[in-house]
């Protein structure tokens, strides 16, 4: 198992944590999966024999872009999921689209995962999402909010993510939230994110979020300091952003 340079020792031990408690799930040909057009009779093969750290990016990238049944089998989805974890808290994206990466949850009931099954998905989203807090831009210019969508689809916590979020002292958390404040959500109303896969259920969670006092005052905070440093990794247009923000939240 080769660990990514920005995955934190946390994140590690979370995903360490995840092959002990999916161990138990076992697969065996056919796969829930279109074999013949969309995975070769070869790609099923080393998906059911190879151990499931060992499946390449590329491989389990082709098994998750490929049509499933409606109702995939979830004992198979279980199975790959630490794989999952792991390449997705490396940053490599297993779908074309990062907020479709876990998207297979959606196929699922909470009452499906056992209460250690769903404690593991919360401590490794709050841990992921940590982690993304520290990092800007993040790979292929990708926004934090796909992040969210992404671990939505798993049933999270997710106003514990936020919490974290306004508590993260990180320069490159406040970018982020300028990120969304700017263009993460569509239209005059602003009450919609702008990516199709948001939902508005997220898209409330989010406005309430960033409605709070708490919120707003603790990045006026923030924002203020990096205005008043101007460090000279920040472009001049995003302090030029940075400040639109700061009279937005102030308000």
Same mark, same amino acid.
């Given at each position: ?8 020792? #946390? +994140? ?11 161990? %138990? ?11 013949? /057009? ?11 024999? +190879? ?26 989805? %279980? ?15 297993? /779908?074309? @689209? ?8 959606? /196929?699922?009931? %909470? @009452?499906?995962?056992?209460?250690? &099954?769903?404690? +593991? =998905?919360?401590? $490794? ?8 807090? !520290? ?6 210019? #990708? ?6 969508? =992404? ?10 993510? +936020?919490?974290?979020? !306004? ?9 982020? $939230? ?13 009450? #919609?994110?702008? @990516? ?7 898209? %409330? ?21 990096? =205005? ?9 247009? !995003?302090?030029? &952003? ?10």
């Amino acid at each position: 198992m080769l660990w990514g340079i920005l995955m934190t020792t #946390e +994140l590690k031990d979370i995903v360490l944590k995840s092959y002990q408690v999916f161990k %138990k799930y076992k697969v065996t040909i056919p796969l829930d999966v279109c074999v013949g /057009h969309c995975i070769s009779e070869n790609q099923e093969r080393e998906l059911v024999y +190879l151990a499931v750290h060992d499946i390449p990016f590329e491989l389990l990238y082709d098994y998750n872009t490929a049509a499933k049944t409606k109702k995939p089998s979830i004992q198979e989805f %279980k199975h790959f999921l630490p794989r999952f974890l792991e390449l997705t808290a490396d940053l490599k994206f297993l /779908h074309h @689209s990062p907020e479709l990466v876990l998207s297979q949850f959606h /196929h699922y009931d %909470k @009452s499906e995962w056992t209460d250690v &099954e769903k404690q +593991l =998905m919360q401590d $490794f989203g709050q841990a992921y999402f940590s982690q993304c807090l !520290t990092i800007y831009p993040l790979p292929n210019l #990708e926004s934090i909010d796909s992040i969210l969508i =992404m671990l939505s689809e798993t049933k999270i916590d997710i106003e514990l993510l +936020l919490a974290t979020w !306004t508590s993260s002292q990180t320069k490159e958390s406040v970018l982020h $939230f300028n990120d969304l404040v700017i263009r993460g959500f569509r239209g005059d109303r602003q009450d #919609e994110l702008v @990516s199709s896969f948001g939902g508005k259920e997220l898209s %409330k969670i989010l406005i309430d979020w960033l409605n709070k006092e708490t919120t707003r005052f603790s990045f006026a905070d923030k924002i203020e300091k990096i =205005m008043m440093e101007s460090p000279a990794d920040i472009e001049q247009t !995003t302090l030029d &952003e940075l400040s639109w923000t700061y009279e937005k939240v102030r308000v």
